[in-house]
Nanobody, 116 residues
Framework: QVQVVESGGGLVHPGGSLRLSCRVS????????MSWHRQAPGKERERVAS????????NYADSVKGRFTISKDNGKTAVSLQRNSLKPEETDSYYC?????????WGQGNQVTGSA
């Protein structure tokens, strides 16, 4: 069966760092099919990071450039997203997305809360 599973999140102190991981199974894995998305309360979901194509090219939303990093998890069929300096009262949800044969697969979403 197809699975897109996110891990990480939870309560993080303001100014702290966050690391999320996304593992996929049930279809061929490629980092170039992976992307991370963020949704704040009352806002639309937006893509924040992804691998564009073969090579070192990466894409970040303007709102997160310099604060987010997407990377391949060594030895795993997974990618990670790391960010720093969470703001007080931040309560965003982060979603991992992949695709295969024109079909999109989404993770369930991980809640991230910055304590204050």
């Amino acid at each position: 069966q197809v699975q897109v599973v996110e891990s990480g999140g939870g309560l993080v102190h303001p100014g702290g760092s966050l690391r999320l991981s996304c593992r996929v199974s049930g279809f061929p894995f490629s980092i170039y099919s992976m992307s991370w998305h963020r949704q704040a309360p009352g806002k639309e979901r937006e893509r924040v990071a992804s691998f564009i194509s073969r090579g070192a090219e990466k894409n970040y939303a303007d709102s997160v450039k310099g604060r987010f990093t997407i990377s391949k998890d060594n030895g795993k069929t997974a990618v990670s997203l790391q960010r720093n300096s969470l703001k007080p009262e931040e309560t965003d949800s982060y979603y991992c997305k992949s695709h295969y044969k024109a079909v999109e697969y989404w993770g369930q979403g991980n809640q991230v809360t910055g304590s204050a």
